[in-house]
């Protein structure tokens, strides 16, 4: 999963537009702290930051569940269905049974965003199920993916619409 997102990483820095912002934007999420999260994983990669947070008694071999924060310094002006293709095309490689619903979305607003689920019940190196609820937000200067997942083939209805909740709560910062 690591090396897909590196690969769409890689995709959408090639929308960038590189300028010069006088404030560092930032997207807030407030995780829930039912979980009592860590950060299991935290990569920089040119203009790209991914970090994985993972229940402080898990580790990021042996999760039940794992929210990750992708940020795209520079890239702007990506369609949201561009950034959902993309990130369905890159799990479909992988999973060619997989799903996506898309949940929720606002094009109009100043910043575009979109929430949406890839419910996936096995991939081609694993027989283990996982499903995934993304949501998706072009920043004034980045471009920001974050998900959730669990080793399931699907989403119920109380989790979806417990972190459409918990993303369309955040808010994107400036420094």
Do not use: C
């Not at 959408?12 to 829930?32: D, M, N, R, V």
């Not at 990669?45 to 071999?61: A, F, W």
């Amino acid at each position: 999963m690591k090396k897909q997102l590196l690969i769409l990483t890689f995709i959408l820095s090639l929308f960038a537009e590189f300028t010069y912002a006088q404030g560092k934007e930032s997207l807030k999420i407030s995780w829930p702290g039912e979980y009592k999260w860590k950060v299991g994983a935290d990569q920089q990669v040119k203009n790209s930051r991914m970090i994985e947070l993972i229940p402080s008694n898990e580790t990021l071999k042996n999760w039940t569940i794992i929210g990750t924060m992708l940020s795209m310094q520079g890239v702007k002006n990506v369609p949201m269905n561009t950034a959902v293709k993309m990130t369905f095309d890159k799990m479909k490689a992988n999973s060619p049974k997989a799903r996506l619903v898309i949940i929720e979305r606002d094009d109009a607003a100043k910043n575009p965003w979109i929430i949406f689920k890839i419910e996936s019940p096995y991939f081609n190196n694993s027989k283990t199920p996982e499903s995934q609820m993304y949501y998706i937000i072009q920043g004034n200067a980045s471009l920001y993916s974050n998900f959730v997942a669990v080793k399931q083939d699907h989403l119920g209805p109380l989790f979806v619409e417990k972190w459409a909740r918990i993303f369309k709560n955040s808010s994107l910062v400036y420094n």
